[in-house]
């Protein structure tokens, strides 16, 4: 079993910054691929970046440039930084890895959330 505890969020100005952090512990062998998602009141949970274990980046359009995803394999820790935030931004924010247990067994878990406001 695998457990993910996420951190960071919080209240922000439009401008400000946050840094996420999501930090993954249980019987891992490795993780594959580490991603943050967000749900924003009455609309579908979406991709926000995801970042593999070799480094490889993906993000949403709406993300570019202003968010990066990084993580420390040898601590099993993702983080997101966010900078330039737009009230749009606003969401709860969710982490996701998918990887290998140990005895070879196959996961993928989701954290708890954490949420993100940007006020105008």
């Known amino acids: 079993q695998v457990q993910l505890v996420e951190s960071g969020g919080g209240l922000v100005q439009a401008g400000g910054s946050l840094r996420l952090s999501c930090a993954a512990s249980?019987?891992?062998?490795?993780?594959?691929?580490m991603g943050w998602y967000r749900q924003a009141p009455g609309k579908q949970r979406e991709l926000v970046a995801t970042i593999t274990r070799g480094g490889s980046t993906n993000y949403a359009d709406s993300v570019k440039g202003r968010f990066t995803i990084s993580r420390d394999n040898a601590k099993n820790t993702g983080y997101l930084q966010m900078n330039s935030l737009k009230p749009e931004d606003t969401a709860v924010y969710y982490c996701?890895?998918?990887?290998?247990?140990?005895?070879?067994?196959?996961?993928?878990?989701w954290g708890q959330g954490t949420q993100v406001t940007v006020s105008s």
């Open positions: 249980g019987r891992i062998f490795n993780i594959d691929v």
């Open positions: 996701n890895v998918q990887g290998w247990a140990l005895g070879a067994t196959r996961f993928g878990s």
